[in-house]
């Protein structure tokens, strides 16, 4: 863990309070040595989180209770996103970032103390206000038993959204501050909690799988807890105790409260359009006389999207935490020429990274799902439901990065309703996909048609964040995706003979094999193609020291 120094020394040191923008290779110094940590950390959370689906699969299969759970756990989770590490964090890092670059520290305390104790109350509220709402859905609603589990696994997990959420924020404060590898292990808490019951625990209620769902969600509980607890003692040695005096702070709680809302809006798309999949998929399945969907449909959508939001984690999610804090300080000191450079080298590594893993995961959708699901309850036929949307969300990992990646810089920018005007058209276009696809491809048609709206988001968010931020470096944006694309032809045909020699894996070792050798080959191929290219992002990311010149 990073080591705990004077916070205003180490807060200077990492370049955040006051002072002269620092020079471009000291900025991407940081940029790249905060993203090595953060990636690291998120890599070992994914990795985790990889064994406890694995585990889940095989509990569970693509049962009816795997249905109920995942779309259970997706409303307490995605409102995580959203107002723990989405909207509110997006509103709230700029006006602490331009907080921080003043003397008084009592003013930032006051302020992270307001942020805190309001949060929580408006969170209580709502999960009261959801708990009543479930409450008389099952006493007085429809008797329908499918509906009743839904509903009870909902209401087990809604008060983990008020331990969540504040956490991230906790997290929020400490990015600021230049910490991050506490903060990205925040997630590892949860999976661990996760396996450790889906191993000792669960098995004390077979074969009662409603119990052992049960089961599940009170450790999700438990670990939400503990996501706040192991931040906290590091967050007070920089000074922090809780303030009741909030009268200075309220201004910039307003604007913070007023930033939100928008904010909130313009992220939510990308959440909305995740439920709507997993809506649509648990919803067609069952109440449709002719359904386009099977049972089941909802579950193999979980499992898919995790499979894509492994390199999402790993790298879009790491990069876009390093990076937001650089571009808000830019921002606040009208450095805009730093920011644009800093934006299209995310832009670039986005690139650099998100086509050959778009690509991998097309072409190894089913021996991932093989490998990874098909034990216990998760079948053959399982195996291949999964992997169909593994391939059609794997196609835009790229243009997943690079929303979060631009969505930083316009709020970096104070502009929150360009984000939110894109956005809303998106989920509009995702919708009229999912609707139109899933007659023709079933279930692949929810998994293309994220993957369109999120292309289309990305290249409009693109163009039109020019004439905020002034013209991006397009040239060499254009020669990165061309190596790119080069690069990831040639790591394409290598995987390919790489799975035809490993054949139709037989067995647990020859299947890990089968992932192992076409992974490892497409990794090693990419990069030696890449560097006789010349492509200088992949270099950058692996160099401690990162010179001026890019």
Same mark, same amino acid.
């Given at each position: ?116 104790? %309001?949060?929580?109350? &408006? #969170?209580? $509220? /709502? !999960?009261? +206000?959801?708990?009543?709402?479930? *409450?008389?859905?099952?006493? @007085? ?35 600021? %501050?230049?910490?991050? &590898? #506490?903060? $990205? /292990? !925040?997630? +590892?808490?949860?999976?661990?909690? *996760?396996?450790?019951?889906? @191993? ?57 409260? @007023? ?292």
């Amino acid at each position: 863990m990073t080591s705990v120094q004077n916070p205003s020394e180490t807060a200077a040191e990492s370049g955040i309070v006051g002072g002269e923008a620092d020079a471009p290779a000291q900025h991407r110094q940081r940029l790249f040595s905060g993203l090595r940590i953060v990636s690291l950390c998120t890599l070992l959370s994914r990795v985790l989180g990889l064994i406890r689906d694995m585990g889940m699969a095989a509990l569970f299969g693509l049962s009816p209770i795997a249905d109920h759970f995942v779309v259970a756990f997706s409303i307490p989770n995605l409102a995580r996103r959203l107002f723990g590490e989405g909207a509110l964090s997006a509103s709230f890092l700029p006006v602490l970032t331009r907080e921080l670059q003043k003397p008084d520290r009592e003013n930032v305390w006051r302020l992270v103390s307001a942020v805190f104790a %309001l949060l929580t109350v &408006t #969170l209580t $509220a /709502l !999960v009261l +206000v959801g708990e009543l709402g479930i *409450w008389g859905l099952l006493k @007085w609603g429809s008797r329908d038993t499918d509906i009743h589990i839904l509903l009870g696994l909902t209401a087990a997990m809604l008060p983990y959204l008020i331990l969540i959420c504040l956490a991230a924020q906790v997290s929020a404060v400490l990015h600021v %501050l230049g910490h991050f &590898t #506490l903060p $990205a /292990l !925040v997630p +590892v808490m949860l999976n661990l909690f *996760w396996i450790a019951t889906l @191993w000792l625990v669960a098995p004390l209620f077979a074969p009662d799988a409603l119990s052992q769902a049960y089961a599940i969600a009170a450790a999700i509980i438990v670990a939400g807890g503990v996501q706040v607890a192991m931040q906290w003692p590091l967050l007070k040695k920089y000074g922090y105790h809780f303030r009741t005096d909030w009268s200075s702070a309220m201004p910039r709680v307003r604007e913070i409260a @007023w930033a939100t809302l928008p904010v909130m809006l313009g992220m939510s798309t990308t959440l909305i359009n995740t439920l709507a999949d997993r809506l649509i998929a648990w919803g067609f399945a069952r109440f449709l006389e002719n359904p386009p969907l099977q049972e089941g449909a909802a579950a193999a959508l979980y499992y898919a999207q995790r499979l894509y939001q492994f390199p999402l984690g790993v790298f879009g999610v790491a990069l876009g935490t390093v990076l937001f804090p650089l571009l808000a300080r830019h921002a606040a000191q009208q450095r805009y020429d730093l920011l644009r450079n800093d934006l299209t080298l995310g832009l670039r590594l986005v690139v650099a990274i998100g086509f050959p893993a778009s690509v991998g995961l097309v072409l190894m959708a089913r021996p991932l799902a093989t490998t990874l699901f098909e034990y216990g309850e998760f079948d053959a036929g399982d195996s291949a439901r999964t992997a169909g949307l593994i391939a059609g969300y794997g196609c835009g990992v790229w243009a997943y990065c690079g929303q979060l990646i631009l969505y930083r810089a316009y709020y970096a920018l104070d502009d929150r309703t360009t984000p939110l005007r894109v956005g809303l058209a998106s989920v509009a276009v995702n919708l009229a996909l999912n609707l139109t696809l899933i007659w023709p491809l079933g279930g692949e048609g929810l998994a293309y048609a994220t993957t369109i709206s999120a292309t289309l988001q990305v290249l409009v968010l693109t163009w039109m964040i020019q004439s905020r931020a002034g013209q991006i470096d397009a040239g060499r944006l254009w020669r990165t995706v061309y190596k790119a694309g080069i690069a990831t032809a040639v790591m394409s045909a290598a995987c390919f003979v790489a799975m035809w020699m490993c054949g139709d894996a037989q067995g647990i070792p020859s299947r890990v094999l089968s992932v192992v050798i076409p992974v490892a080959v497409s990794v090693i191929t990419y990069y030696a193609a890449a560097t006789l290219l010349g492509m200088n992002e992949l270099k950058m990311l692996l160099r401690r020291k990162v010179d001026e010149e890019h």
